[in-house]
């Protein structure tokens, strides 16, 4: 895929008034979307509780959206070269909202899997165009630093802003109404980007190539079902089957770009070491994170008992954290460098990875206060770096590509962190110790637990509830070992990639 800017000099953008306030619409776009991955981690006990899905389905209601959105990233990226990327960004965001309802109001777990999925599809419409917007309004490399640090802590706020407002609804009304909080921020961001937003496409942009896009649909999917139900349930026909297909339409979508003249992505981007490596640390970071992530809030809930707003106060230090150095970041890695500011934060969200692998149903808040805190300041300097490095080493022609690359290195990570880190969570869970009676249900995940205790005797409920719990702490301690392993392990592959990387210093 080779898109084209419209032209404009460092000084025209310099000086372009409104540019600020069109960043404000931007982040509200990372913020809709980042306020709906926390909240359904929050929302996820009482989903389990009152859906009644499986171990498998509950976490397809978690991941679906990643695949999805992975799958058809590249492909929406293109469409908004094509189109205009303001106006798939704020037909996107109006898609968002009104998804929204089909979760807030889903009767089964097949009906939430299925609005999930369609929140994917609009979900992809609205990341590749930000950060190629943000290329187009900022090409003062010092200030495009500062937009993608703003852009970066604002999907990091909404990580803080989602768990405290869900907690908040999730106390006073149905879990559903957590979902509906996407309502009002789509709103405002549709009503103030049609009138501060520039739109921007390519002049030379050929066709929109469905055979390309069913290709990476198709591939990405494929493999990610392939390693999720591998990592679960271990090697089938079935997923082997799954794993050759994926890999077989992957291999097809890449041979196709290069024989396309306008390809949906332009393979050689990825000869650019620069680019190749922050992709790739984007990719093993939000993998090694997942589970976390998803996993936390049930613990901070079902297993320690706390109410949902203060679950998600608790989760307050990381996006303090992040916020704080993602506006630093920039100033940071020119002060040092690129790979010391990306592996310094890797190095720090795996150590703090590694220091809760000594997690149990009794941990004092300030042991997990402060791992959360360090996990939030590693990864907004490291990945607020990455975007710029993305960014910046490449075109401003190719600013969507690159901008869809990099989510969906993103996106993917996070499915397949999901994938493999929850597949391990469920399967040590699953083995816990029961007294005669209990549900099956119960064994399926822990909020299946909580609500089959209250139809047991007392005594019998209290012991099987308090053998589930410690079995889902002992497979998040596993989890965060295998991050911990995952994160260190990215952060000596982003020093080798990351040699002699430079952020610009002038336009």
Same mark, same amino acid.
């Given at each position: !895929?080779?898109?084209? =800017?419209?032209?404009?000099?460092?000084?025209?953008?310099?000086? +372009?008034?409104?540019?600020?306030?069109?960043?404000?619409?931007?982040?509200?776009?990372?913020?809709?979307?980042?306020?709906?991955?926390?909240?359904?981690?929050?929302?996820?006990?009482?989903?389990?509780?009152?859906?009644?899905?499986?171990?498998?389905?509950?976490?397809?209601? $978690?991941?679906? %959206?990643?695949?999805?959105?992975?799958?058809?990233?590249?492909? !929406?990226?293109?469409?908004?070269?094509?189109? $205009?990327?303001?106006?798939?960004?704020?037909?996107?965001?109006?898609?968002?909202?009104?998804?929204?309802?089909?979760?807030?109001?889903?009767?089964?777990?097949?009906? !939430?899997?299925?609005?999930?999925?369609?929140?994917?599809?609009?979900?992809?419409?609205?990341?590749?165009?930000?950060?190629?917007?943000? +290329?187009?309004?900022?090409?003062?490399?010092?200030?495009? #630093?500062?937009?993608?640090?703003?852009? $970066?802590?604002?999907? #990091?706020?909404?990580?803080?802003?989602?768990?405290?407002?869900?907690?908040?609804?999730?106390?006073?009304?149905?879990?559903?109404?957590?979902?509906?909080?996407?309502?009002?921020?789509?709103?405002?961001?549709?009503?103030?980007? !049609?009138?501060?937003?520039?739109?921007? +496409?390519?002049?030379?942009?050929?066709?929109?190539?469905?055979?390309?896009?069913?290709?990476?649909?198709?591939?990405?999917?494929?493999?990610?079902?392939?390693?999720?139900?591998?990592?679960?349930?271990?090697?089938?026909?079935?997923?082997?089957?799954?794993?050759?297909?994926?890999?077989?339409?992957?291999? $097809?979508?890449?041979?196709?770009?290069?024989?396309?003249?306008?390809?949906?992505?332009?393979?050689?981007?990825?000869?650019?070491?620069?680019?190749?490596?922050?992709?790739?640390?984007?990719?093993?970071?939000?993998?090694?994170?997942?589970?976390?992530?998803?996993?936390?809030?049930?613990? =901070?809930?079902?297993?320690?008992?706390?109410?949902?707003?203060?679950?998600?106060?608790?989760?307050?230090?990381?996006?303090?954290?992040?916020?704080?150095?993602?506006?630093?970041?920039?100033?940071?890695? +020119?002060?040092?460098?690129?790979?010391?500011?990306?592996?310094?934060?890797?190095?720090?969200?795996?150590?703090?990875?590694?220091?809760?692998?000594?997690?149990?149903?009794?941990?004092?808040?300030?042991?997990?206060?402060?791992?959360?805190?360090?996990?939030?300041?590693?990864?907004?300097? #490291?990945?607020?770096?990455?975007?710029?490095?993305?960014?910046?080493?490449?075109?401003?022609?190719?600013?969507?590509?690159?901008?869809?690359?990099?989510?969906?290195? %993103?996106?993917?990570?996070?499915?397949?962190?999901?994938?493999?880190?929850?597949?391990?969570?469920?399967?040590?869970?699953?083995?816990?110790?029961?007294?005669?009676?209990?549900?099956?249900?119960?064994?399926? #995940?822990?909020?299946?637990?909580?609500?089959?205790?209250?139809?047991?005797?007392?005594?019998?409920?209290?012991?099987?509830?308090?053998?589930?719990?410690?079995?889902?702490?002992?497979?998040?301690?596993?989890?965060?070992?295998?991050?911990?392993?995952?994160?260190?392990?990215?952060?000596?592959?982003?020093?080798?990639?990351?040699?002699?990387?430079?952020?610009?210093?002038?336009?």
């Amino acid at each position: !895929m080779t898109s084209t =800017l419209q032209p404009a000099t460092t000084t025209e953008a310099v000086r +372009r008034p409104d540019r600020w306030l069109a960043l404000s619409v931007l982040v509200l776009a990372v913020l809709l979307v980042a306020v709906d991955a926390t909240v359904l981690g929050l929302a996820t006990p009482y989903i389990s509780e009152d859906l009644e899905p499986s171990g498998t389905q509950l976490l397809w209601i $978690g991941d679906v %959206y990643s695949f999805v959105i992975a799958g058809l990233l590249v492909s !929406m990226g293109s469409l908004g070269d094509r189109i $205009g990327r303001k106006r798939i960004l704020l037909i996107g965001a109006t898609a968002f909202g009104l998804i929204s309802v089909l979760n807030a109001y889903a009767t089964s777990p097949e009906t !939430m899997i299925a609005a999930r999925a369609l929140l994917g599809v609009a979900g992809a419409t609205l990341m590749p165009a930000t950060l190629a917007l943000i +290329r187009n309004l900022f090409h003062d490399p010092r200030e495009r #630093s500062l937009a993608v640090g703003i852009w $970066g802590a604002t999907a #990091s706020a909404g990580t803080a802003v989602g768990p405290i407002l869900g907690g908040f609804l999730l106390e006073h009304f149905w879990w559903g109404s957590v979902f509906l909080i996407n309502l009002p921020v789509m709103l405002v961001l549709v009503l103030v980007g !049609m009138k501060t937003l520039p739109e921007s +496409r390519n002049p030379d942009r050929g066709p929109w190539d469905l055979v390309s896009v069913t290709l990476s649909l198709v591939g990405v999917i494929a493999v990610v079902y392939a390693v999720k139900e591998t990592a679960g349930h271990g090697p089938t026909w079935e997923t082997l089957a799954a794993a050759v297909l994926g890999a077989g339409a992957l291999y $097809g979508f890449v041979r196709r770009q290069f024989a396309l003249p306008v390809p949906l992505l332009d393979m050689r981007l990825f000869r650019r070491r620069g680019f190749s490596g922050a992709v790739l640390a984007d990719l093993l970071t939000v993998l090694g994170m997942s589970g976390l992530v998803f996993f936390l809030s049930q613990y =901070l809930q079902s297993v320690q008992g706390r109410r949902p707003l203060e679950a998600g106060l608790a989760e307050l230090p990381a996006a303090v954290g992040a916020v704080t150095a993602g506006l630093l970041a920039g100033r940071v890695a +020119r002060r040092f460098s690129v790979r010391a500011v990306v592996c310094g934060g890797l190095a720090a969200i795996g150590l703090a990875l590694a220091v809760l692998t000594t997690v149990t149903r009794t941990t004092g808040y300030p042991l997990l206060g402060a791992a959360l805190l360090v996990v939030g300041v590693g990864a907004g300097f #490291s990945f607020t770096v990455t975007a710029d490095v993305v960014l910046g080493s490449v075109p401003k022609n190719q600013a969507g590509a690159a901008s869809a690359v990099s989510e969906t290195a %993103y996106e993917l990570g996070a499915a397949l962190g999901i994938a493999l880190l929850g597949s391990i969570v469920t399967g040590v869970y699953r083995g816990f110790a029961a007294p005669a009676g209990t549900p099956g249900r119960a064994h399926e #995940s822990l909020g299946g637990a909580v609500e089959a205790a209250g139809h047991l005797p007392p005594a019998a409920g209290a012991e099987m509830l308090a053998s589930a719990r410690e079995a889902f702490v002992d497979g998040l301690a596993v989890a965060s070992g295998v991050g911990a392993a995952v994160l260190l392990a990215a952060a000596v592959a982003a020093w080798f990639l990351l040699r002699g990387q430079r952020l610009e210093t002038a336009g």
